[in-house]
């Protein structure tokens, strides 16, 4: 079997290359992906190369795959399987194995397996995991965005909240509380919010909070404020660029009391120093934005940690029943991830999108593996459209849905693809 795929070969050196995949072996599985979104985790991996914990060593002479998002088809199953997974079903896949204490993962450990190929054989591990989901909805897009929506999902489990003199840890945030999400505009943060929204606990008030203009408008034509009240939510989109004191602004929309569920999206000082000032008594904050800085720090208020129970904690990914949690809710429409994504592309955008991805404008960036197409965001469909009318098509397409992706799009791209999206 033939793929075509991005490999990684050391730091900063992603090659597209077709390469023959070897023979199946009874306790693998043979997959087609659809679709691989780009995170930044990728991004990290492709800079550092084999100083990154997961890359190995030797990736000179044995490339690996790139891309952990991944979605699409089994196409063959080993003989160990077999009773439990069949050809022609959709798939899913958890990459954050924790395997024999290894952290070998999809999309950067495997010679084989990521996502940013045409074809891939799954190692044991993963099915011996449980890390191979069936997907039962109707884009491939949500069950790869279902990785992301999955880390979104872990924070809002692992934060907790206490009663004083109990040691009892009531997991989750508070439900009919106050949530501030701090720069949360973002792909990620769109996707705290959807969730926030439709999930089984949900806050009477979220705060969200940016310093990008744009950003918070496209925001607020996905989640009309108004619209959100009526399911009994309080949604307050904020521009802290121009408030002298952000956190007293902040707190005093809570009425003085400050937030139960802070989570900050950014690893930016500022930002997780304010997110401690504005907890109210027994808040929790998670801190869900990775640094890249080992040094990275910020002032904390050692008084109210002890004095006004504050907890402070991090998340760095989901689990399994987390990622399962996304699937369900988006199979049943609960949830829409595409929120996060503002630009679709090809396999031949894949390595360039990974490698410039802190400096590409916009949200997700959705890699068809099938289709050469430049990387191109949805907000441009119309301007293209005046030369190619497929690009019209989706414009009209993605315009009856807020601007955003859908599986109306997905299936119509998919089927006039390769020829009708070459830029003209």
């Known amino acids: ?67 952990h998002e991944m979605a699409g088809n089994i196409v063959a199953v080993g003989a160990k399987w077999q009773s439990r ?31 940013a190929a045409t074809y891939a054989i799954l190692p044991q591990e993963v099915m011996e995991l449980g890390c191979l989901l069936k997907y039962e909805g109707e884009a491939y897009y949500d069950a790869s965005l279902a990785e992301p929506m999955s880390c979104i999902i872990g924070s809002f489990h692992a934060s907790y909240h206490t009663d004083m003199g109990s040691y009892e840890h009531r997991m989750g945030i508070a439900a009919g509380g106050k949530l501030a999400i701090l720069a949360g505009a973002g792909p990620m943060g769109l996707g705290a919010i959807d969730y926030a929204l ?11 909070t940016d310093v990008d203009e744009a950003k918070l408008a496209r925001a607020k034509a996905i989640f009309p404020p108004a619209e959100v009240k009526q399911a009994g939510i309080e949604l307050i989109f904020v521009n802290t660029t121009a408030i002298r004191d952000g956190a007293a602004y902040l707190r ?26 504005i907890l109210g008594r027994d808040g929790c904050l998670n801190f869900f934005a990775g640094p890249t800085d080992p040094a990275f720090a910020g002032l904390l208020n050692y008084y109210n940690v002890h004095y006004n129970a504050a907890h402070v904690m991090g998340t760095t990914g989901g689990n399994t029943s987390d990622m399962l949690e996304s699937l369900r809710l988006t199979e049943k429409k609960l949830i829409n991830p595409a929120v996060m994504v503002t630009h679709i592309g090809g396999l031949d955008s894949a390595a360039g999108a990974t490698l410039t991805l802190p400096q590409l404008p916009g949200g997700k960036k959705l ?21 190619n009318p497929h690009f019209a098509t989706l ?30």
């Open 85 to 115: 997974f069949t050809p022609g079903e959709k798939f899913a896949l958890q990459p954050a194995l924790n395997y024999q204490g290894r952290m070998d993962s999809p999309g950067y450990s495997y010679r084989y397996c990521g996502g």
């Open 367 to 387: 890699i068809y593996t099938g289709i050469d197409m430049e990387l191109t965001a949805i907000e441009d469909f119309a301007k293209l459209g005046a030369a």
């Open 1 to 67: 079997m033939q793929t075509r795929a991005v490999r990684l070969y050391g730091k900063k050196d992603l090659r597209l290359e077709t390469f023959a995949l070897p023979a199946l072996k009874a306790d693998e599985i043979l997959v087609q992906i659809i679709s691989d979104s780009i995170c930044m985790s990728s991004y990290k991996a492709a800079v550092l190369g084999p100083e990154h914990k997961r890359v190995p060593r030797d990736v000179a002479e044995h490339p690996v795959i790139i891309g």
């Open 252 to 277: 005093e929309l809570t009425g003085g009391t400050g937030f139960d569920d802070v989570h900050v999206y950014a690893p930016v000082k500022a930002v997780v120093e304010q997110a401690d000032q």
């Open 395 to 424: 414009a009209a397409i993605t315009g009856r849905n807020k601007g955003l992706w859908c599986a109306e799009a997905e299936q119509y791209l998919l089927k006039n693809w390769p020829e009708g999206f070459k830029r003209p």
């Open 198 to 208: 439709h999930s089984d606990r949900r806050p009477a008030m979220i705060v969200v």
